[in-house]
Nanobody, 121 residues
Framework: QVQLVESGGGLVQPGGSLRLSCGAS????????MGWYRQAPGKERELVADITSGGSTNYADSVKGRFIISRDNAKNRVYLQMNSLKPEDTAVYYC???????????????WGQGTQVTVSS
């Protein structure tokens, strides 16, 4: 099995920055796309950003120019640098990854447990 473990959440003032980190552990052949999603109270989970194994990125319009996603393929880790944070960025942030456990099976999708990000003065 695979575990995704996030870290780096917390309380930050508007305009501040946070860096989220997520590591995948287990018997992993390869990881295709990795990404970050968020879910605010009373709202559906939404994509924040994702990145392919080759480094191609995709961002939600609401975070373009403020957030940067990156990954370290050798360490099976993905990061989210969040700058110029706004109160509306407050949510639980989840790591997501398409992980291949075997050369004979396609990738399977996994979620982390989530980390809370609160932007407030």
């Amino acid at each position: 099995q695979v575990q995704l473990v996030e870290s780096g959440g917390g309380l930050v003032q508007p305009g501040g920055s946070l860096r989220l980190s997520c590591g995948a552990s287990g018997i992993i052949v390869s990881i295709a796309a990795m990404g970050w999603y968020r879910q605010a109270p009373g709202k559906e989970r939404e994509l924040v950003a994702d990145i392919t194994s080759g480094g191609s990125t995709n961002y939600a319009d609401s975070v373009k120019g403020r957030f940067i996603i990156s990954r370290d393929n050798a360490k099976n880790r993905v990061y989210l640098q969040m700058n110029s944070l706004k109160p509306e960025d407050t949510a639980v942030y989840y790591c997501n990854a398409d992980v291949r456990l075997s050369y004979y099976r396609g990738p399977e999708n996994y979620w982390g447990q989530g980390t809370q990000v609160t932007v407030s003065s």
